[in-house]
């Protein structure tokens, strides 16, 4: 598995693109800023938008699975003296 920000070259694969004049002069402008290659940039923008998508780490905040330490335990989790060295 590759790492985000690094690319395989295990699996290469040659792609030709039609862009227009000015996107292509894009391109080179913003590799040379990175100092990196164009095919480089292309492969980092591909990756970062088409890419693994990550699973958000706030996803089941809010659902309260039955457990101890619901909102509507509160009362009751208090009054056994909950919290308390």
Known sequence: MVAAGEFSTLAAMTVTVDL?????????????????????????????????RRRLAISGVGSSGGGQGRAADADELLADGFGRD
């Open 20 to 52: 227009s004049d000015e996107l292509l002069d894009a391109l080179r402008v913003e590799a040379a800023r990175r100092k990196v290659s164009i095919d480089a940039l292309i492969a980092e923008s591909v990756t970062e938008h088409l890419g693994p």
